[in-house]
């Protein structure tokens, strides 16, 4: 549905791709972190695990904007949900 220029559906599914994208970088970043520790590098498995914990906070944020979508109240704009 197109909302004031928006078109809502795809904008959610759009969101919950990257989600998915989010959730999959932060699992083989630490899958990669704790192979370079027992590989005893542990500068690189450092800045995966800050990887995966960035990729864990940007996931959050986009949760937060879909639930954002999911409440919107504007009077001009209708978002229901797909």
Known sequence: ???????????KVAIY??????????TNAEQWARLADA?????LSGK??????KAA????????AMEDLRHHNH?????TEV
């Open 17 to 26: 791709q990257l989600l998915e994208h989010f959730k999959l970088l932060n």
């Open 39 to 43: 590989a005893h590098e542990h500068e």
């Open 1 to 11: 549905m197109c909302q004031a220029g928006l078109n809502t559906t795809d904008f």
């Open 57 to 64: 906070e940007a996931g959050a944020l986009l949760e937060a």
């Open 75 to 79: 009077g001009h704009v209708h978002i």
């Open 48 to 53: 995966l695990k800050d990887a995966g914990a």
